[in-house]
């Protein structure tokens, strides 16, 4: 089946908070944001902004009529500065105009002077400094002190990973609607319409019943929405309650930039020790995370990088240790992968400097170590139905490997200014909020007396394909076409207590919770049929294909004339559902227990080709075998596989992120940033689906697909390295992100003999 939005997308007719037809009176908004990254504000005159004609509000800390306060995990973070200033783009105040133009003109017409403070943009400097956000914490497996005894070999190292911009096409932006008795309607660009609805609430002083969010679909979220939609839809709302006005806030490309958080940079030291026989004995990483002025998602981002940092490998002794370090940039906060791609890029460092060390490929090691059931994470869950050999199998054999590396090998020998490099990439990713109360969700199902049917859930379209999933389930289990199926937005008055669609886990969470809703409005209609058929038994009904069956034969019952029978004997059609995971649980207290509904595997080869005067490079093939389980749309679930391959190699590659030591944005634009195009993606890129039919916790047993692909990306990095290794095998400085052309051609030359 065909994403459902795919016809509106095509014909540019699919609708954002930016398309919304605009209501008369509506008042546009633009942030006034700080212009350095740490300091108090001393002066700030807004009588020059105020004086331009059209300009009429603008909007400071001082007429908040609620808490100035937007922090979810800590309450660490102010909507509006209260005259400390932590990063730069912290808003300040907010212009309220009858156009767009003229609320940027006044922002530039605000006068603020302010008293600088020391800068922090390096976490290891945070951290030296005590500016730690929240508890640093241990994974323990093992006994890593005694184990280094039994390694044949240990190595040591530091690897450093760069931040990432979401770069979602549809910036941050929310409209904002004054109803009556100080209520407010918000349409919002957002992955958390329920944490945008709480956010109003408690800036504005209101109950969350007077606050309705309304999502139709996000152009882009990638984790960019889970937290940070909600202070500008906050400023939004807070103009809209003041001003008594429609407010509709969209920031403009380069300050969305500015603005918002993204991936979190890390720095961590690793040490790693193995046996004779490959074996990793001991594992040891000290993970410093670059947090920004603010906790957002930090410390949960913090703790999946604990989870993810063995990757797909067994390591029976293992210390992982992580501090969230506050420095001066904007709020970091979650990215697809939310901190599991920094812990997996460590340890496929980590590998990569043993196996040079060893003088062994670095594939050996990787597949002697690869996770096996019964084998136990540092977090305590037990492995159950692991596909990472499996997966890593039929990719060498389907994709022949060996004769990869046997061509690459070949290649290199015979050219001297072109070298091919290979790497393989296993993943493991875990499925659930790490958090385990957000493990649930509803949905709420009418069906009409006409036979068509309304499905509202908490989950939120962002181009993953979510609302196409929702269809499935509901044409699936009433045997109807998808025709009669509209999936509505996702609304806090309909679908309430929404956890943020994320993790990977908005079809499973939300697909169960609908599933349930359908079965009972399914099996009270064929109690129904039951009774005016006089059927001893309810097992004898079936529906296909839009007819009632009885006992395998076509009744003269249409799906429609028994939902319009139904309808005259008074039975209910609608139904709520509510789906919590089972099983699932998590001590902090002792860091162990069993977080994670299931887990998805599977293993990439990448194969680069590098220029060795230019340090230009380009990625012959990207071969996957992904474990899918059984995919309930493999188109979609192919794209998510190709879109997150891509986003992850953009990451290690060419996406370089820069703040200066003043904590200012150099990659502020996107001529000075930039991301994978139709230039630089893979030749080839092939997806295998390995398919299991194991009964998981997974929507119909399909497995959550929206993260796990960005980490084949890291394979990219690894295939760079390998080739350099093969022109200079003096190259220094391969552990760190991202290798752009200039560092390539750097570590080209670094100590070059020949
Ligand atoms: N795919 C598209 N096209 N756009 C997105 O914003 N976000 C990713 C992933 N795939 C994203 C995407 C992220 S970060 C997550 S958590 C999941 O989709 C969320 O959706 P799901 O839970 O329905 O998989
Ligand atoms: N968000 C969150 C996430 O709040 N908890 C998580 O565990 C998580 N994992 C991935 C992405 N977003
Ligand atoms: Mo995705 S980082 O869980 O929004």
Not at 358 to 377: C, P, T, Y
Not at 503 to 510: E, I, K, T, V
């Amino acid at each position: 089946m065909k994403n459902i939005d795919s016809y509106t997308h095509t014909r540019g007719e699919s609708i954002y908070v930016d398309d919304l037809p605009i209501l008369g009176g509506t008042l546009f908004a633009a942030i006034f944001d700080a212009p350095l990254a740490h300091g108090k504000i001393t002066k700030l005159d807004l009588t020059k902004a105020k004086a331009i004609a059209g300009v009429k509000h603008i909007i400071t800390h001082k007429d908040i009529p609620g808490e100035n306060q937007i922090g979810g995990i800590f309450p660490d973070e102010p909507a509006l500065s209260d005259g400390d200033i932590h990063f730069r783009g912290q808003p300040i105040a907010l212009v309220l105009a009858t156009s767009k133009k003229i609320a940027h003109e006044a922002i530039k017409a605000i006068v603020m002077e302010a008293s600088e403070l020391p800068v922090i943009v390096d976490p290891r400097e945070a951290a030296e400094k005590g500016e730690l956000i929240g508890p640093v914490r241990t994974f323990k497996i093992g006994e890593v002190d005694k184990a280094w005894e039994q390694c044949a070999h240990i190595v040591e190292g530091r690897a450093d990973c760069n931040g990432q911009e979401h770069l979602y096409i549809e910036g941050q932006g929310a409209y904002a609607f004054p109803v009556e008795n100080d209520c407010i309607r918000v349409v919002s660009s957002t992955q958390g319409p329920t944490q945008v609805q709480r956010g109003i609430a408690r800036v504005l002083g209101l109950a969350m019943h007077k606050i309705e969010v309304d999502v139709r679909r996000l152009g882009g979220g990638f984790g960019g929405k889970e937290d940070q939609a909600t202070p500008f839809a906050v400023l939004a709302a807070l103009g809209a309650f003041l001003s008594k006005k429609p407010v509709k806030l969209i920031l403009d490309r380069e300050e969305d930039l500015r603005m918002t958080g993204k991936r979190h940079p890390y720095t961590s030291d690793f040490k790693i020790g193995l046996d004779e026989q490959l074996k990793i004995i001991a594992y040891e990483a000290d993970f410093y995370q670059n947090a920004g002025a603010a906790a957002d998602l930090s410390p949960a981002v913090l703790e999946r990088t604990l989870f993810h940092a063995t990757n797909a490998y067994f390591v029976p002794n293992a210390r992982l240790t992580a501090r969230s370090c506050r420095t001066n940039l904007p709020p970091n906060t979650a990215f697809r992968g939310f901190g599991g791609p920094q812990g997996k890029f460590v340890m496929e460092a980590a590998i990569t400097l043993a196996a040079e060390q060893i003088g062994v490929d670095r594939a050996l090691i990787q597949k002697a170590n690869l996770l096996q059931d019964g084998d136990e994470f540092s977090y305590g869950q037990i492995v159950e139905n692991c596909e990472a050999l499996k997966t890593w199998e039929q990719a060498a054999a389907d994709f022949d490997l060996q004769g990869m590396r046997d061509r690459v090998t070949a290649f290199n020998a015979q050219h001297t200014t072109l070298k091919k490099g290979l790497a393989v990439m296993p993943i493991c990713f875990g499925i659930s909020f790490t958090n385990t109360p957000m493990n649930h969700a509803r949905a709420l199902v009418h069906v009409y007396q006409d036979g068509s049917v309304g499905v509202s859930t908490g989950a939120v379209e962002m181009g993953q394909g979510v609302n196409t999933k929702m269809l499935q389930i509901v044409a699936q289990t009433f045997a109807i076409a998808p025709e009669r199926i509209k999936i509505e937005t996702t609304n806090t008055t309909r679908v309430a207590n929404t956890s943020p669609t994320a993790a990977s886990a908005g079809a499973d969470l939300n697909g169960k919770a609908l599933q349930i809703a359908c079965s009972a409005i399914l099996l009270r209609l064929k109690t129904f049929v039951q009774q005016q058929f006089k059927l001893e038994q309810l097992e004898t009904i079936s529906l296909h294909d839009e007819w009632v069956y009885i006992d395998g034969q076509k009744t003269d019952w249409s799906w429609q004339q028994l939902v319009t029978n139904a309808f005259v004997a008074r039975i209910q059609l609608s139904e709520k559902g509510h789906y919590a995971t089972p099983r699932v649980k998590f001590d902090k207290t002792t860091e162990k227990g069993h977080p994670f509904a299931y887990h998805v595997y599977g293993t990439a080869i990448t194969e680069v080709t590098v220029d060795c005067i230019r340090g230009i490079y380009e990625f012959d093939r990207v071969d996957i075998v992904h474990d899918f389980g059984q995919s309930m749309n493999k188109m979609i679930d192919k794209g998510q596989i190709e879109g997150g391959l891509v986003q992850g190699m953009g990451w290690v590659t060419m996406e370089e992120l820069s703040y200066n030591q003043e904590g200012r944005l150099l990659s502020s634009a996107l001529s000075t940033y930039k991301v994978p195009d139709v230039f630089s993606v893979p030749k080839v890129i092939n997806v295998k689906f390995l398919e299991t039919n194991h009964s998981n916790l997974a929507i119909l047993k399909s497995k959550a697909v929206g993260e796990p692909p960005l980490m084949y990306g890291i394979g990219a990095h690894f295939a760079i390295t390998d080739a350099i290794k093969a022109f200079n095998p003096n190259a220094k400085g391969l552990l760190s992100t991202p290798m752009t052309h200039e560092r390539v051609l750097m570590a080209l030359y670094d100590s070059f003999e020949q």
